[in-house]
Nanobody, 125 residues
Framework: QVQLVESGGGLVQAGGSLRLSCAAA????????MGWFRQAPGKEREFVAA????????RYPDSVKGRFTISRDNAKNTGYLQMNSLKPEDTAVYSC??????????????????WGQGTQVTVSS
């Protein structure tokens, strides 16, 4: 049974930082692309970051580029999302996901077959 479990969310002031973790079990973690998505109330799920199987390639949308960093530790079956210079508009539920597809093009939720339950990130102004 595949499980992805996020942690590290919380309340932070604008300009602050948070580091999210995604612990994976039940799959060969290094065989999957990993991504992070977020969804704010009343909005569609939004792509935040993706990382290749080896961790050597990453991709971000313009909204978080330069502020967020995705990484992974395949030996620990864990992925990370470092979020700096947080803004109130970053407030959302953040979910990690695993994809068996081509990592470079895995920027849609439909590209991912496994999902975590999500962790709330709230940025106050």
């Amino acid at each position: 049974q595949v499980q992805l479990v996020e942690s590290g969310g919380g309340l932070v002031q604008a300009g602050g930082s948070l580091r999210l973790s995604c612990a994976a079990a039940g799959l060969t973690f290094s065989s999957y692309c990993m991504g992070w998505f977020r969804q704010a109330p009343g909005k569609e799920r939004e792509f935040v970051a993706a990382i290749s199987r080896s961790g050597g390639s990453t991709r971000y949308p313009d909204s978080v580029k330069g502020r967020f960093t995705i990484s992974r530790d395949n030996a620990k079956n864990t992925g990370y999302l470092q979020m700096n210079s947080l803004k109130p508009e970053d407030t959302a539920v953040y979910s990690c996901a695993a994809s068996s597809n081509n990592c470079y093009y895995a920027i849609r939720a439909a590209d991912y077959g496994y999902w975590g339950q999500g962790t709330q990130v709230t940025v106050s102004s």
